[in-house]
């Protein structure tokens, strides 16, 4: 008779990055590994997971020299060897879009590094959008899964997923070299308050509205829409409501969305430290998640 690919092997690890999002705790129930992205304020270079993203709103408020960089492929060859020495006979590495970050190249190429098959997923996604998607890899991985089925999973989740987030400036994500397309609005940046989505791998703009009230409404308008399609596919569907430095802002959206949509999952959190750095202060995001 037949055996599972769970009987035959020991398991495939899932690593993600810090900017899934995800919350350290819940990362470690589901064995997920996540690899910390650096945070670079006034020329030192710390962590991610050392800094905390009110430090990095206060840090941008100041006016004070704060960029980001990636992990090394030295940091993240060692995380892949921790796992091949734990037993781990595949590993799923779910990250950021390639068009936003070089954190997926530098994961291929530690892949290279290390004696294990290695599947380097480019969510073309962010935040908790690659969180959610990491979560279900760890799932089915847990349950038995081969690496290609892992990875299909992963790619489909995030795929699913849908995000929108307003910010206050643009400057941010200017600075950063992280709009893309939206470079098109930075004409009257100053006289709009943006909402903005991921799409094709790359953030772009979604609409421009006259005042911060305004651009709220909306927000909570397409969310409820996004939550409406996947409630019309009969999948159970998780959403994650970010923010940097904002929580009044984020309670607010999640008790206007409580009220008329169903969740199987909320997660209310800050962005992450390294995401924060390019959407700037008073950011407020969504991300709806489908379970496909």
Do not use: W
Not at 43 to 66: K, N, Q, T
Not at 165 to 183: C, K, M, N, P
Not at 248 to 270: F, K, P, T, W
């Amino acid at each position: 008779m037949a055996t599972s690919y769970a009987e035959q092997m020991p398991g495939v690890a899932v690593v993600t990055d810090s900017t899934s999002s995800l919350d350290p705790a819940r990362a470690a129930r589901a064995d997920i590994s996540i690899i910390p992205l650096q945070v670079v304020i006034d020329d030192i270079s710390r962590p991610e997971s050392e800094v905390r993203p009110r430090e990095v709103a206060g840090a941008l408020r100041e006016g004070r020299h704060v960029s980001t960089s990636r992990p090394t492929p030295e940091v993240m060859e060692n995380t892949y060897t921790e796992l091949a020495a734990a037993g781990y006979e595949a590993i799923v590495s779910v990250h950021l879009s390639s068009k936003i970050s070089g954190t997926c190249h530098a994961a291929q190429v530690a892949a290279e590094l290390v004696d294990i098959p290695i599947s380097v997923v480019d969510s073309m996604t962010l935040a908790m959008a690659v969180g959610f998607a990491a979560l279900t890899g760890a799932e089915v991985a847990r349950a038995g899964a081969a690496p290609d089925d892992v990875v299909s999973t992963v790619r489909r989740r995030a795929a699913a997923s849908t995000t929108y987030f307003y910010v206050d400036s643009l400057e941010y994500l200017r600075r950063g070299g992280r709009i893309g397309t939206a470079a098109a609005m930075l004409g009257s940046a100053l006289a709009v308050k943006p909402l903005l989505t991921v799409a094709d791998g790359e953030i772009r703009p979604q609409e421009r509205v006259r005042t911060e009230s305004k651009a709220l409404i909306r927000l909570e308008e397409l969310s409820l829409a996004a939550l409406d399609r996947a409630a019309k596919a009969d999948d159970l569907v998780d959403v994650a409501v970010h923010h940097l430095d904002n929580p009044d802002g984020a309670r607010r959206l999640v008790d206007r969305l409580s009220g008329r949509a169903q969740a199987a999952d909320m997660v209310i959190s800050e962005v992450s430290a390294v995401l924060g750095v390019h959407v700037g202060p008073g950011t407020l995001g969504i991300v709806v998640s489908p379970r496909v």
